[in-house]
């Protein structure tokens, strides 16, 4: 059996390159090249060995773009030498959210990456029915932001937009700058961004997405471009206590409040303004499939490679992941060499 190269967790605050086996088939199978994989902010909780579910020894990773170079398969119609991206999650089929139609929001949801090995590595073998396929002619390095392009769309999607003109996405990380052009692209008059760090503001700005300091500053925008009502539509994309703390008061009576953002523990929320603006607060997790068919239709509009702050290859892993946890990174990418 030959070997790979792989970004691996072995115990809490490592993540290291190594020499693993390169994965075998099975019928149903598919073994893909990976060309690109992102960090995602789940990955910090990962590697600090805080994450329930995820065990060291892992191969990290669930953003990735590649090309198959073996496939087991008949009857998803993908080939070898396809290009395609991964829907990394792994449902039961059996909890009501599965029997329902919402595979995922599964109650024992499991994902590549976190409970199994995932794609920052030369290769990857998962389930062909796992795989999409990418356009012709797509950089793999935007081929691997389908997958967080496809948590923005679904977001979006959790809400009505007919009678929105005003919306705020509060974080301007990469999940709050996407979010941003999803709702660019379907057509909302003014969107707000807001976060703490000056970078990322300065980021939005220069993909077209009005930025605003958080805090009383976007405030205070919010209220004079509402005559004091308050937003239509807010996105909390932070995760973080402060903006949840916020939110209720940004948006106006009848507003929607979009939780995308992952809290790590139970976060006060303003209830009584829930209560007396009859405000409606929405989960999103996640994606379905149909949110990837739609984030491959959009991502030829966007200035998607402005999202990428940093590019590394597989061999300084480390080093990559050392950046994406400081505050001047956005979007590290792991980017390997191109496959044959």
Known sequence: MSNMLAARYTGPNQITPEEVTRPTIAEGEALVRVAACGFCGSDINIVAGTHPRAKAPLTVGHELAGQICEIADTGTGL?????????????????????????????????????????????????????????????????????????????????????????????????????????????????????????????????????????????????????????????????HPSSAREMTTLVRPRGVIVNLGVFKQPTLVDLQAVNFKELELLGSRVYERRDFEEAIALAGTMPLDRIISHAFPLSEVSAAFAQFQSSAACKVMIVLEDSE
Not at 133 to 148: R, V
Request: aromatic share 4%.
């Open 79 to 239: 080939k070898v030498g396809d290009w395609v991206t991964m829907f990394p999650l792994i449902s039961c089929g059996e909890c009501h959210a599965c029997t329902h139609g919402h595979a995922h929001v599964c109650r024992r949801l499991r994902l590549f990456g976190f409970d199994v090995d995932g794609g920052m590595a030369d290769y990857i073998k998962v389930p062909a029915e796992a795989l999409i396929k990418l356009p012709d002619g797509m950089p793999p390095a935007i081929g691997a932001l389908i997958e967080p392009l496809a948590v923005a769309v679904h977001g979006v999607a959790r809400t009505q937009l007919d009678d929105v003109s005003v919306a705020i996405v509060l974080g301007a990380g990469p999940i709050g700058l996407l979010t941003s052009l999803v709702l660019k692209a379907k057509g909302i008059e003014h969107i707000l961004v807001s976060d703490v760090v000056p970078g990322r503001l300065e980021l939005a700005r220069s993909i077209g997405i009005d930025a605003v300091a958080a805090g009383d500053a976007l405030l205070d925008r919010v209220m004079a471009l509402t005559d004091q009502n308050g937003a239509d539509l807010l996105f909390e994309c932070a995760g």
